[in-house]
C-alpha cells in the first residue's frame, strides 16, 4: 500500500522537516550530535558504529548446537536463576517445589562449582550453562533472552543467589542483605498458596507486568550514576527518558510477564556493552538495566507492583480461583480479541513488475536498497527467519502462519490488486485458495491506482482503476471463489470484505447492494463489508452508514495527527526532504480516540511507518516505534473492544510484512520476535 497524510498537514510538517533539516546538517558540520563521543561501553555511539555487517547475536553461538536448549514441548512458565554463590541454590532448589504448575529451569552459572538439580515436582525442562562473571546476573539473563530460549513463556520467574552489597550501603532501605534475600522467596515462592495466588494475580489483571517483593519497588532516588547509561541504552529502541517518571523492582528477583523481559532482545545488547567486573554497587550496564526493565514496563502499559496488590486482588475475590491453572502446560488460550494484521502479496516475480521495473523485481529490490537517514536508523530492513522469501512457494506461506498462529494472530487481510477485471500480485492467494494451509484470511480491495511514485495518487501511474471498463459492481465476481473458502474469516456469521478507497466509485451504495445480492446468490451469504477509514483525499467516506457499509476499519497513520519528531536530536541526515513524524504521538493520540469508538468502528494501529525503503530521502517516517510502546497501544486498542461480544473484538495491525514501509511484524535481525511477542502477550494476557 502506498499513502500519504492531508495536503495541510502535509505542508505543516514539511515546514518542520525543513527546519530539523537545516539544524541536523549545522549539528554535523560542527560534530556536537548528542551522544557522538562515547563515555560509556553502552554508548549510543558504540552501537551505531557496529551496525552493519555481521552482528554479534548476544549470546555464546555454541548454544545453538548445544542439544541442552532443545525443548519441544516448553512449558508456560519459565524460570531463570543466576548462580554465583553455589551455597545458596539448595534454598532455591527448595522454594520451587512451590510452583503448582509445571515449569521450566534456566540456570546460568558464574560460580566455577557444578550444579546438580535435584528432583523436583513440575520442573520439566532444565538447563544449566557456565557463564562468565560479566554483567552481574543482568547479561546472563539477556544472553538467555537473546538466544530465544525465553521466547515461549507466558510468565518468568526470575531469581538469584543474592548477597547485596548495594543494599548494606542504602541504610535508608530496611533490612540487610540475607534479610532482603529471604523476603524475596517469601512473597514469590513462599509457599504453593503464595505462587497460585500470584497466577491468579497475573489471571486476572492483564495490566500486571512486574511483581516483586515487598518495599522493592523503588524510584528517581535511586538513579544514582545510571541514568546516563539508561538514556544512551533508550535511544536504541528509539524512546526517550523522562528522570522523574522512574520506577524499578530494585533486587532483580521477581515475577513477570514474559514479554517484559522477551522484549529485551530488541536492545542488541552483547558483552561488550557491560563493563568489566570491579565490584562496582552503581553506574554500571547492569545497574542501568535493572532500572530499564521498570520503564519498559511502564511503557508497555503495564504494572510493577509488590504483594498487596495480590492480597487486594484476592480481598475482592478471584474471578476464577483456579485461574492459575491456565499456565500449565497445555491449557486452552481464550484470546481477548481477534487480531489481523494485513498482508502484503508483493514478494514474488510478476510480468507487471518485470516490466515496470526490470526482470527479477520483487519488494525485496526495494527493501535492501534503503540508506540510513538518522543516528540508529535501522535501514535496510533485514530478515532472519523466514528470510527474504518468494510468495510463490507454499511453504513460506505454511511458515508464515505457523508463526503468526504462535503468537495468537486470527488471520490476514490480504491486499487484493484488481484493475479493470485484471488481477495483478494475485499468485499468493491463489495458491493458498489451492493449498490446504489452514489459517484464516479475508481481503481488503486496494482500488488505488498503481503509481511509479509508491503513492497512489493520479500522477505517473503505470495502471489505474477504470470502472468505465469494467464496472465496480463486478468486483465481487472475481472475488466469490475466495469468499466461498472455508477458511475465509466471517464476523456474526459475514464474510469479511474491505474496500480502501470507496469514495473512489460513482454510487458506491448501489455497488455495495449489487455486492450484497450477488453473494447472496452465489452461496457465500451476508457480507461484512468494511471501508477503510481514510481522509477525503484518499476517497474516503464522511457517511460510510448510507452508502450501505457495516462499518469502518482503522489503518494508521491515516486519520491520525502528524507530529513532527525529534529531527535535530537524532542527526536527522541535510538531504532529507521527507516527514519525520513521532510514533509515541500518533500512538497516544490513537489511544486518546479509541474511548469514544462506536461499535461499529474497528480499531487499528501499526508496527511503524518509514517508507524509506521507497522514497528514500522524500519519505514519511515514524521515529520512536519500539516493541514496548507497540504493546501499549495494541492492548489500548484490545481494551477498547471487550465490552463487544466475542466474536466483534476485532483489532487490525499495519501490517504483517510491508517490509517496504517498515510496517513488520515478521521477525527481523534488529528486533527478532520482539513485535510478535508483543502480539502475543496483549492477546493471551
Known amino acids: 500500500m502506498r499513502r500519504l497524510t492531508s495536503n495541510g498537514l502535509h505542508r505543516r510538517v514539511v515546514y518542520v522537516a525543513a527546519r530539523a533539516r537545516n539544524a541536523a546538517a549545522n549539528l554535523i558540520a560542527t560534530g556536537n550530535i548528542h551522544g557522538s563521543r562515547a563515555e560509556h ?76 538439580i535435584p528432583e523436583i515436582k513440575n520442573l520439566g525442562h532444565a538447563v544449566v550453562v557456565n557463564v562468565e562473571n560479566h554483567g552481574r546476573d543482568i547479561f546472563p539473563t539477556i544472553q538467555i533472552v537473546n538466544s530465544g530460549a525465553l521466547d515461549p513463556y507466558d ?126 554497587v552503581d553506574a554500571t550496564t547492569a545497574h542501568a538495566i535493572e532500572r530499564i526493565i521498570g520503564i519498559l514496563t511502564n511503557e508497555a502499559g503495564l504494572n510493577i507492583v509488590e504483594p498487596d496488590h495480590v492480597a487486594q486482588l484476592k480481598q475482592a475475590g478471584w474471578r476464577n480461583p483456579n485461574a492459575y491453572q491456565r499456565f500449565e502446560r497445555g491449557a486452552p488460550r481464550i484470546p481477548n480479541a481477534q487480531v489481523v494484521p494485513f498482508y502484503l502479496p508483493q514478494f514474488h516475480d510478476s510480468p507487471q513488475n518485470n516490466r515496470w521495473w526490470g526482470r527479477g523485481f520483487t519488494e525485496w529490490s526495494n527493501v535492501v536498497a534503503a540508506v540510513p537517514a538518522w543516528q540508529g536508523h535501522y535501514q535496510p530492513k533485514q530478515a532472519t527467519e523466514l528470510g527474504y522469501y518468494d510468495l510463490a512457494l507454499d511453504t513460506v506461506r505454511q511458515e508464515q502462519s505457523d508463526l503468526a498462529a504462535e503468537h495468537g494472530v486470527a488471520g490476514f487481510m490480504y491486499y487484493y490488486y484488481w484493475f479493470s477485471g485484471e488481477r495483478l500480485l494475485n499468485l499468493p492467494i491463489e495458491k493458498l485458495k489451492e493449498s490446504d494451509i489452514a489459517f484464516p484470511f479475508c481481503i481488503m480491495w486496494a482500488n488505488e491506482n498503481w503509481t511509479r511514485r509508491w503513492d497512489g495518487r493520479s500522477e505517473d501511474v503505470l495502471v489505474g482503476q477504470d470502472y468505465s471498463k469494467v464496472p465496480a459492481e463486478d468486483f465481487i465476481d472475481d472475488v466469490m471463489e475466495f469468499l466461498l473458502d472455508p477458511r ?10 474491505a474496500v480502501y478507497r470507496p469514495g473512489q466509485m460513482d454510487d458506491f451504495a448501489q455497488v455495495v447492494r449489487t455486492w450484497r445480492e450477488r453473494a447472496r446468490r452465489g452461496g457465500v451469504g451476508e457480507l461484512k463489508i468494511l471501508a477503510v477509514a481514510v481522509a477525503q483525499e484518499f476517497d474516503g467516506l464522511d457517511d460510510f452508514a448510507s452508502a450501505g457499509l457495516d462499518g469502518t476499519l482503522q489503518f494508521p497513520p491515516h486519520n491520525l495527527p502528524w507530529v513532527a519528531g525529534p529531527a535535530t536530536a537524532v542527526g536527522l541526515d541535510s538531504r532529507w526532504r521527507g516527514n519525520f513524524m513521532s510514533y509515541q504521538a500518533t500512538a497516544n493520540a490513537s489511544l486518546h480516540a479509541a474511548a469514544s469508538l462506536m461499535d461499529n468502528e474497528y480499531p487499528g494501529v501499526m508496527v511503524a511507518f518509514d517508507n524509506t525503503a521507497r522514497r528514500q530521502w522524500k519519505a ?66
Open 41 to 116: 561501553c553502552a554508548d549510543f555511539v558504540n552501537f551505531v558504529q557496529r551496525q552493519g555487517g555481521r552482528q554479534d547475536s548476544g549470546f555464546p553461538d555454541q548454544w545453538r548446537v548445544d542439544p541442552q536448549f532443545e525443548n519441544p514441548d516448553p512449558a508456560r512458565i519459565g524460570v531463570v536463576i543466576h548462580c554465583f554463590y553455589s551455597e545458596l541454590m539448595p534454598e532455591l532448589f527448595e522454594h520451587l517445589r512451590n510452583i503448582p504448575v509445571g515449569f521450566d529451569l534456566f540456570i546460568t552459572n558464574a560460580s566455577g562449582d557444578e550444579i546438580t
Open 155 to 280: 510468565l518468568i520467574l526470575k531469581l538469584h543467589t543474592k548477597r547485596s552489597p548495594w543494599r548494606e550501603e542504602h541504610t535508608e532501605l530496611t533490612g540487610n542483605g540475607a534479610a532482603w534475600k529471604d523476603q524475596f522467596l517469601r512473597d514469590l515462592v513462599g509457599s504453593t498458596e503464595t505462587v497460585q495466588d500470584i497466577l491468579n494475580a497475573f489471571a486476572d489483571d492483564a495490566a500486571l507486568g512486574i511483581l516483586t517483593a515487598t518495599d522493592s519497588i523503588v524510584g528517581k532516588q535511586f538513579w544514582g550514576g545510571d541514568q546516563r547509561i539508561a538514556e544512551q541504552l533508550l535511544r536504541r529502541i528509539e524512546l526517550s527518558l523522562v528522570p522523574d517518571e522512574l520506577q524499578f523492582a530494585s533486587g532483580s528477583m521477581y515475577w513477570t510477564r514474559g514479554f517484559v523481559l522477551q522484549g529485551l532482545r530488541a536492545l542488541n545488547l552483547q558483552a561488550a556493552d557491560f563493563d568489566k567486573e570491579a565490584g562496582q
Open 488 to 497: 475465509y474469516m466471517r464476523l456474526d456469521g459475514k464474510a469479511v470484505l
Open 620 to 685: 514519511d517516517a515514524w521515529y520512536g516505534s519500539n516493541p514496548y510502546t507497540f504493546h501499549r497501544w495494541l492492548s489500548g486498542m484490545v481494551r477498547s473492544v471487550l465490552a463487544r461480544e466475542p466474536e466483534d473484538r476485532v483489532v487490525f495491525i499495519n501490517a504483517w510484512n510491508e517490509w517496504a514501509e517498515s510496517a513488520i511484524l515478521e521477525p527481523t535481525t534488529r528486533y527478532g520476535r520482539t513485535f510478535l511477542q508483543a502480539v502475543r502477550n496483549a492477546v493471551w494476557s
